[in-house]
């Protein structure tokens, strides 16, 4: 129930409550010091502000006589405290807060955390996860301008400038926090915000303590549908009324329906009182009294409020009376003093809408002579406006004077006055009769605009640049870049606090109050119009700018308002600058000219090129005036040429003279024709017809004549409305990019081809098929209106332009017309060569004589018509011919290179003698490829010889070739003559058929295919086509013209060439001779005919075949066959080579002819008769090494060769060979083979000819084993291998001498163990440890033989940890073993490698241990006795019989244990022992012990035929070890000093343990009572113990093994980085990442900062770890923080290795790019990356990298940096690149020894004798200082004597003594 007071709140007679006024004393008394800061400011404004205090005070305690005046005073900021809850309108929603217009001109502010908890917590999340909340929402989307909120006061603070701060609340549990849950009725209307959206509706956060309110979707839609508002945001701020209360308030139902809340009214019924009223609320009132200053009303029956004049209907004032009826608007409620204020205006009795005025037009105007319409004191005065509209200045701007003078301000005086703000809540703009704000410039930021000159007074200087105060509440930031035309370094000494300066406003932005300002005084003192928006800069206009950036392109250039534009390259300047950044900088002021302008895409492009010359200008301007704009793009002009450059011809549009670029690729629509038009057009030349592309900026050009015939005919669309898809248009590539092309158009437009669709073939590399400036057709397949985009299509499915042969002539006749073009080009030059080049045609035949033969089997010839031309005729154009020097040959011109002035000529006599036969138009013939350009190929028709052209593209599009589809010369195509006379070309027009009848030209392929013959005779293939009357078995005579290593070339009667194979000349070969040599040139030979061997093909044709007669004829000269008398003996029919092959055994002998060694592939390649060739692999040669490393020397061409046929090959064209038997690899058979695999601690897999394999163990690699016995081993290498075995596969092979060498009878130092059978009993055998087990050391002792050494027997020295035998006897470790006992059923051996076993040293070092003192074990071993051996060998057996099968069948795991040992019946648990000084106290337990020479042995599981051992593992343990079994003390870094040493026992290993035996242990034995004698023993034990502890941590040498072990040492030694990275690898060791990296940070920590190297070894470790274990951004990381602790080339070099040894290649390059722009110096860098490159095999990229770096280094490293990258060519690239580079650099430094010294080194390394010898006769010439000749002289001796004769000794010392008397002599004269 509502109390008392809340019913009868403020009658006219009812008094305060005493504690009320306590309760406000109070207040009172904290207000003064809420608002100390302000009294103190003056004496006046504390005098004035005490009597209101008391004043107020007085009023409140008398109520009936309060003076209207006082309680009608108007809402200051000092009378607001924390709590009043007030009606406010948004004025500004900014990102973190929002400007609140409150009532009587003020404003508050509500910070983003103030709306609701809700939105304060999904902030909290953002802030959090650092990333975006899904449902969050902005503010800016939440509010709006205009929106009534309702705010609490939250504090009322000062600012650093000493103003008020009201900060105010809309959360809703701060402003209905007033109300309690069963307070609330149905039609309250209330205000609350959005918490969650649920499925059927919202949940709203009203504020009431115990309530949730509900509002439905169905409300909600229906308000949408009206509104168009979209669903509700969590966080919105909502007016609601409450429909429906349910349970006492605890769950009500809400309504947002517009017309709901605009209608609601607070009526008695809702129970409102003074301590719950909200503002924003509606009520009736009944005005009570009324006064000047507003009105005192009556609402709600008992409540009673004010109204400010302020907030009357401004349309009523003045016609209010006391009882009127009135609707009011809560404003305020103050919580103490319970004062509410109202409002009349109508705009607040609708509430939820929002107001319609949020601003006045003449903000910021200064008035004349505004009419005061009334004067309310203390409070300020109201003024008419000239539209009748009131506004209001507050009392303080009244007046500047301190005596105000109110008689001034009588209703009708007029004053001066300025319109400073507007108050959205009282609806009347804010006035200020000030001086100093009537005078100001400025407001406010909305006042100033971009370009404006300023005044300013300067405020501080700060890095970031001046701040400057423009008025009252501005400021503006000068940039550093912007205090002086230069950049100034030192601008406080320029510029002090005080000073006024002049500045021009850059940038102003009203809404986020910033204002950028410039000081550059040629900006503000500037002429020209400045440019503040896209729309001023028209074309021509002149203005100021300054360099905001400047690239490779040009520069950005700045104006007023972020206005910008790019002058590209070509405009900086009117010389060409190559580099813009050496010349401009950012900052720089520069006077420009607009070139081109487009406002709706926001660029511009300028040009610093000022007409500074007058009659240049006058003359401009003339032609401008004449003729508009001089060149428009699409216009067809005529041009002349000034100069060339690299990026095409600089010409000048006549007749103005405008200056263009005319770039290569434009000169001509095929590609290849651009670069020769550019080479022959010379400056002066006069072009015409040519497309202009481009007139903005630099004038672009093209003469592409398809782009011209587009642009004539209209077919280029001028817009992009014009485009339209499926449209096919003639553009050029303007750019290539990974994902596609891109395309433009004459016309200016362009698009994009992606790669999908640039061809119908596949496409790796965009680059491939197309070229920058290549004319294409593209078809429009997709278009984007609003961007401007469009999608193109280049496949020529897409872009066909009529009929295929149709295009291909058009193309072809083009490519003839632009080539006639340079022909007469060439031919108005002085030049006799040139002239006669331009009137060669293809053709022609000439008469030529050879000059040279080259390498390449090509021919150049001289004499022809003109003196220095050049004629070639390829291997191919030869004509399979001799020549020679001198000898006179007719030729005929295929081609002529106008680039390389080169004619290119044919001997081909069907070319040569052409045949007058009449050729078809349209008919179809076949022709052959002579001659290849790059877009047309010259064939000749087979029937006449005549030359044709025809065009290899089909479409401007079609310029990409797969390999496969090339033609290449020699090959047949099917060709359509379109022309039967050759015309100015000297060629015929032709078209291709289809590809399909293409024939191929059979070409030779590596010995791989029966085509594949011997290089055939060129005389054979002479007058070849002549046919013969010969059959097989004539008899013919001829004379040898030739003699070859494997046939003999004859001539016959009638000009008829044979053949005499070397198969054929004799009957009986002598081994090792060439039949060959026996006939001589010019000898008379009788022959007799067996075959015919056809002239294209060289297969032998049977005689039936018609081409029989054709045929070059086979002969022999046999004895044996010029014999036979009978023709029917000989073979009349073919037989193929293939079905001869098969008539071959394997196991035959035949003799071979040696034809050539094929180096590639590694096989001798012979022929056993004319059509019958062989292959014998190189390892069947012979099985000397002396002989398979240079095979060349031991077989010469031709021999004569035994061989023993292995099998056809698999091709079965071929035989193949033996030189060294049959090849069966059957057991004991001695054969070569190549190592493939080295297989480290096992062995090595060989390959042998045919694809067998064999592997070979590390026993049977050597007679002697070794440490490292694989070392000389690496793949490809030959070895002699013996086949031991071949049952299994791969076969068992042995590389031991005795096995492959018997008959060397060489020392075997260590037998072979193949078998337990090889092993004996006290035998010493050398082995190799396999693993360290729990058992024991595993040592293998042949290829199946494995032994186990018990610990007793590895070493006299015990270490406490089993880690240490891991250590030291690592696996692979050779170690001797003497034999102890062997167990052949079983297949267990007991080993020994104790020293006084094997007479070796001890296999582990003294470190690990001391000696133990053997007297305890004798007593112990005395007082066990021989019944204790006896019963344990005994049980043993027993034992091990019954276990044998059981441990046979538990495999699991592939560590091998030994078999088990008795155990007792209650706890099945195994024990190992650490050593015999670890023996038990217990009397069961020595019962149940092994005996000493029982135990001590090392037990074998071996398997004959098994490569590897089968495992033997324990039966799991059934019991764990209890805690309280565990050893009472174990001493492992340290024990504690105060136990006493009878309490002690010896420090036992964990159960589990490694240990050299096993023993029992019951729980009850355990704990019987010990003897005397076993107690002494035990303290004796445990002191020995301790002592040997105390001494294994002193040992200096000792390895740390736990983390307090390195703890220790770290502090011992904290600057050794080898420590620190031992801890670290301790800890990586155990996957522990975090600790390693805890353990770098501390090392990083500890070091000295001094020890620079120590501390980047840390640095590197960790940025290892990070790369192998850690994030790309971890490494990232550490890698910066390296980079500023350590120098940053060490941290960058170290990196990149890292990321190379890691494979990560792509990042390794990307970090080299990075340290070329860092550090590009240093030439170690430069040399880092070309090694990098040369070992990725990116040779290219290496060479380019070297450019690159003489460019920026420094010339003296020039020599350095060349020898450097030369030396990383003769390692890892191209020696004879490497030659050169040293040869060029010692041509120009030819005294630099140690590039002399270093070329040297490399020849030797990478050379043969021969080349290294003429280096040194080289150096030792040279005229060099004596010291230095000395130098080489001594290493030419020092090479002679390792690599010469004593005769080349001998020779360099008389050399040597030569110089020394030629250097006596010199000093004599």
């Not at 005078?439 to 640049?465: C, E, F, N, W």
């Not at 990442?1633 to 940070?1641: F, L, Q």
């Amino acid at each position: 129930m509502a109390t008392l007071e809340e019913s009868f709140p403020r009658g006219g007679s009812s008094k305060a409550h005493k504690a009320e006024k306590a309760f406000q004393d109070s207040i009172e008394q904290d207000n003064l010091f809420d608002v100390s800061t302000e009294e103190k400011s003056t004496k006046r404004k504390k005098s004035q502000k005490g009597p209101v205090k008391t004043k107020k005070l007085k009023i409140e305690k008398k109520e009936t006589v309060t003076p209207a005046k006082e309680k009608f005073e108007i809402l200051k900021v000092e009378s607001l405290c924390e709590g009043i809850r007030i009606l406010g309108c948004v004025k500004e929603v900014r990102d973190l807060e929002l400007v609140i217009s409150l009532p009587n001109g003020l404003q508050g502010f509500v910070q983003v955390t103030e709306v609701s908890d809700v939105y304060t917590r999904m902030l909290n999340e953002q802030v959090a996860q650092e990333e975006p909340v899904k449902d969050l929402v902005p503010l800016p989307e939440l509010f709006s301008p205009g929106m009534l909120v309702r705010c609490v006061v939250s504090s009322v603070g000062t600012t650093q400038k000493g103003k008020k701060s009201v900060k105010l609340s809309l959360n809703p549990k701060n402003v209905n926090g007033v109300l309690s849950a069963e307070a609330l009725k149905p039609g309250m209307l209330l205000t609350g915000t959005v918490s969650s959206v649920e499925d059927h509706g919202y949940l709203v956060d009203i504020g009431v303590g115990g309530n949730r309110a509900f509002l439905p979707l169905q409300k909600v839609e229906e308000n949408s549908r009206q509104n168009k508002d979209t669903k509700l945001k969590v966080g919105q701020y909502l007016n609601c009324v409450i429909q429906e209360v349910k349970g006492s308030g605890g769950v009500v139902s809400l309504s947002v329906d517009p017309s709901e809340v605009s209608t609601a009214i607070a009526t008695e019924e809702h129970n409102w009182s003074l301590n719950n009223l909200l503002p924003g609320l509606v009520v009736k009132a009944k005005v009570q009294k009324v006064t000047p200053l507003g009105l005192t009303v009556n609402f709600l029956s008992n409540f009673t409020g004010l109204v400010d004049f302020m907030h009357l209907e401004p349309k009523k004032i003045g016609t209010y009376s006391s009882n009127q009826t009135v609707k009011a608007c809560i404003l305020l409620v103050h919580p103490w003093t319970k004062v509410v204020r109202l409002s009349l205006h109508p705009v607040f009795l609708q509430p939820g809408r929002p107001l319609a005025r949020l601003s006045c037009q003449q903000l910021g105007a200064v008035l004349n002579d505004v009419p005061v319409h009334g004067f309310f004191s203390k409070a300020g005065a109201t003024f008419k406006l000239k539209d009748g509209a009131l506004a209001f200045a507050r009392f303080s701007h009244l007046s500047d004077s301190k005596n105000f003078k109110p008689e001034m301000f009588k209703p009708g005086s007029t004053h001066k006055c300025r319109v400073i703000d507007y108050s959205l809540m009282d609806e009347l703009p804010m006035l200020s009769l000030r001086t100093s704000i009537l005078q100001a410039r400025y407001l406010s930021y909305h006042d100033i605009k971009p370009g404006a000159v300023v005044k300013g007074t300067v405020m501080t200087i700060r890095k970031y640049g001046m701040l400057v105060k423009v008025g009252e509440q501005i400021r503006g930031l000068v940039p550093p870049m912007h205090l002086a035309d230069i950049l100034m370094k030192n601008p406080e000494k320029k510029y002090h606090p005080g000073d006024e300066v002049k500045c021009r406003v850059l940038i102003c932005d009203p809404e986020a109050k910033t204002l950028m300002m410039t000081l550059k005084k040629t900006l503000i003192e500037s002429e020209l119009p400045a440019v503040t928006c896209y729309a001023d800069a028209t074309p021509g206009l002149q203005t100021h700018g300054f360099i905001f950036k400047v690239k490779d392109c040009g520069c950005i250039v700045k104006f007023y308002n972020d206005v910008q534009g790019l002058a590209p390259k070509h405009e900086l300047s009117t010389e060409y600058i190559a580099a813009p950044e050496t010349v401009f900088y950012p900052g720089q002021v520069v006077k420009v000219v607009v070139l081109n302008c487009e406002p709706a895409k926001e660029r511009m492009f300028l040009s610093f090129k000022l007409m500074s010359d007058p009659e240049a200008k006058k003359t401009q301007e003339g032609g401008s005036q004449k003729k508009g704009r001089p060149i428009h793009v699409g216009q067809l002009v005529d041009v002349k040429i000034v100069e060339k450059t690299k990026d095409g011809l600089e010409v000048t549009v006549l007749p103005h003279n405008i200056p263009a670029l005319l770039p290569t690729p434009h000169l001509s629509d095929h590609v290849a024709n651009g670069p020769l038009l550019y080479h022959w057009l010379q400056p002066g030349d006069t072009l015409h017809r040519v497309l202009c592309l481009r007139s903005e900026g630099r004038v672009l050009l093209s003469r592409k004549p398809a782009l011209v015939s587009a642009v004539e005919g209209g077919q280029d669309p001028k817009n992009f409305s014009e485009i339209q898809p499926g449209m096919v248009l003639m553009g050029f590539v303007k750019s290539i990019k990974d994902y596609g092309v891109f395309v433009q158009f004459p016309l200016g437009l362009s698009g994009l081809a992606p790669k999908a669709v640039m061809s119908d073939k596949f496409v790796t590399s965009t680059s491939d098929h197309f070229v920058e400036g290549q004319t294409v057709v593209a078809k429009v397949t997709n278009v984007d209106e609003e961007k401007e985009r469009m999608l193109l299509s280049l496949r020529l499915s897409d872009c066909a332009l009529g009929d295929v042969a149709t295009t291909s002539l058009l193309l072809l006749t083009q490519c003839l017309e632009e080539l006639q073009g340079v022909r007469s080009l060439m031919g108005s030059r002085d030049s006799v060569l040139i002239q006669t080049l331009a009137e060669m045609t293809p053709g022609m035949t000439l008469d030529v004589e050879v000059q040279e033969v080259l390498e390449d089997g090509s021919v150049v010839f001289s004499g022809g018509p003109a003196p220095g031309l050049v004629l070639r005729a390829s291997k191919y154009h030869r004509a399979g011919q001799e020549v020679e020097s001198g000898q006179k040959k007719k030729a005929v011109i295929l081609n002529v290179d106008m680039l390389k002035l080169e004619v290119h000529v044919s001997l081909c006599q069907d070319l040569v003698n052409r045949k007058l036969k009449k050729l078809k138009k349209g008919s179809e013939y076949q022709a052959t490829v002579q001659h290849l350009e790059e877009s047309f190929a010259i064939a000749s028709v087979l029937e006449t010889g005549h030359l044709a052209v025809f065009s290899l593209n089909s479409h401007l599009n079609d310029t990409f070739r797969f390999d496969s589809e090339k033609l290449q010369v020699g090959q047949g195509v099917s060709l359509t003559l379109k022309t039967t006379q050759p015309g100015v070309t000297g060629l015929l027009l032709a078209v291709e058929g289809p590809a399909a009848k293409r024939t191929m030209r059979k070409t030779r392929k590596d010995s791989e295919t029966v085509d594949e013959d011997e290089d055939v005779d060129p005389p054979l293939v002479v007058r070849t086509a002549k046919k013969h009357t010969l059959s097989i078995g004539d008899m013919v005579t001829g004379t040898v013209k030739s003699v070859k290593a494997t046939h003999v070339v004859v001539t016959l009667e009638g000009g008829l060439v044979g053949c005499i194979h070397a198969s054929h000349i004799l009957d009986d070969v002598p081994v090792g001779t060439s039949p060959t040599s026996t006939l001589r040139v010019g000898k008379t030979v009788t022959a007799r005919v067996i075959g015919g061997r056809d002239m294209k093909t060289y297969k032998f044709l049977p005689i039936s075949h018609p081409s029989f007669v054709r045929t070059i004829p086979e002969l022999s000269v046999r004895s044996s066959e010029l014999e036979k008398d009978d023709h029917t003996v000989l073979n009349t029919h073919s037989v193929s080579p293939v079905e001869k092959i098969k008539q071959y055994q394997a196991g035959q002998t035949v003799t071979c002819f040696l034809k050539k060694y094929n180096v590639i592939k590694k096989w001798l390649e012979v022929d056993i008769a004319p059509d019958i060739r062989g292959r014998i692999p190189l390892l069947l040669t012979s099985l000397s090494f002396k002989v398979l490393k240079h095979p060349d020397k031991k077989f010469q061409i031709g021999q004569a060769l035994n061989a023993t046929v292995v099998g056809p090959d698999s091709s079965k064209a071929f035989l193949c060979l033996s030189l060294i038997g049959p090849h069966k690899l059957e057991k004991g058979e001695v054969a070569m083979g190549r190592v493939v695999k080295v297989t480290p601690n096992d062995g090595l897999t060989v390959s042998f000819p045919f694809g067998k394999l064999g592997r070979a163990s590390i026993f049977h690699v050597s007679d002697s084993y070794s440490e490292a016995p694989l070392e000389d081993f690496t793949p490809q290498k030959i070895v002699r291998c013996c086949v031991l075995s071949t049952e299994d596969y791969p076969l068992t092979l042995s590389l031991r001498s005795s096995r492959t060498n018997p008959e060397t009878k060489s020392r075997i130092d260590d037998p072979e163990v193949n078998s337990l059978k090889d092993v004996k009993e006290g035998q010493l055998l050398r082995g190799y440890v396999k693993a360290v087990e729990p058992h024991g050391v595993l040592l293998s002792l042949g290829p199946s033989v494995v032994g186990l050494a018990r610990y007793s027997s590895v070493s006299q020295y015990k270490p406490s940890k089993k880690a240490l035998y891991s250590k030291h006897l690592p696996e692979g470790k050779l170690l001797t073993a003497r034999v102890l006992s062997l167990n052949h059923k079983r297949g267990l051996v007991a080993l020994s490698f104790l020293p006084q076993d094997t007479g070796k040293p001890d296999v582990l070092p003294a470190s690990v241990e001391q000696p133990l003192g053997e007297q305890e074990e004798r007593e112990m071993e005395a007082e066990r006795g021989d019944q204790t051996g006896n019963e344990m060998k005994s049980q043993k057996r027993k034992e091990n019989k019954d276990q044998k099968g059981q441990a046979a069948a538990k495999r699991p795991s592939k560590e091998e244990h030994k078999p088990q040992q008795p155990q007792t019946k209650k706890a099945k648990r195994t024990r190992q022992e650490s050593g015999s000084e670890q023996e038990s106290v217990n009397k069961k337990q020595k019962k149940a012990a092994p005996s000493e020479e029982d135990d001590s042995g090392v037990e074998v599981y071996y398997r004959e035929g098994e490569d590897e051992l089968e495992d033997i593992t324990v039966p799991p343990k059934e019991k764990p070890t209890k805690p309280a079994e565990a050893p009472r003390l174990q001493l492992s870094s340290g024990f504690m000093w105060d136990v006493g040493l009878d309490s002690l026992t010896p420090a036992l290993p964990p159960r589990g343990d490694s240990s050299d035996s096993e023993e029992d242990e019951s729980p009850q034995e355990a704990t019987k009572k010990k003897s005397k004698k076993e107690r002494v023993l035990e303290k004796q034990k445990a002191e020995k113990e301790l002592s040997r502890l105390e001494e294994a941590l002193m040992d200096p040498g000792r390895q740390p093994e736990s983390a307090e072990d390195f703890d220790r040492l770290v502090l011992s030694s904290p600057n050794s980085s080898i420590l620190w990275l031992q801890y670290m690898a301790f800890h990586l060791q155990a996957t522990e990442i975090e600790k390693a990296r805890v353990v770098a940070e501390r090392a990083l920590k500890t070091i000295s900062f001094r020890e620079e190297q120590e501390k980047l070894n840390v640095w590197v470790a960790l940025l290892n770890l990070e790369n192998m274990y850690g994030s790309q951004e971890s490494l990232t990381k550490v890698f910066e923080r390296a980079v500023q602790y350590n120098e940053p080339l060490k941290v960058f070099l170290h990196l990149a290795d890292i990321y190379t040894t890691s494979e990560k290649f792509q990042e390794a390059g990307e970090l080299y790019n990075r340290m070329l722009k860092r550090f590009r110096p240093e030439k170690a860098v430069w040399i880092k990356y070309g090694s990098f490159l040369l070992r990725r095999g990116q040779a290219s990229a290496s060479h380019r990298l070297l450019q690159r770096a003489l460019e920026c280094l420094p010339k003296k490293d020039h020599v350095d940096v060349i020898a450097k990258f030369a030396q990383l060519e003769f390692q890892l690239g191209d020696a004879e690149r490497a030659r050169a580079m040293f040869e060029n650099t010692l041509s120009t430094y030819p005294k630099r020894t140690d590039v002399w010294s270093v070329y040297i080194d490399m020849i030797i390394k990478h050379g043969s004798q021969k080349e290294v010898r003429d280096i040194f006769e080289r150096v030792i010439h040279l005229s060099l200082a004596p010291k230095r000749m000395k130098f080489f002289f001594k290493r030419y001796l020092d090479y002679e004597k390792q690599h010469g004769t004593e005769k080349d000794v001998q020779a360099v010392k008389a050399k040597a003594l030569e110089y020394v008397e030629a250097k006596n002599s010199v000093l004599e004269d």
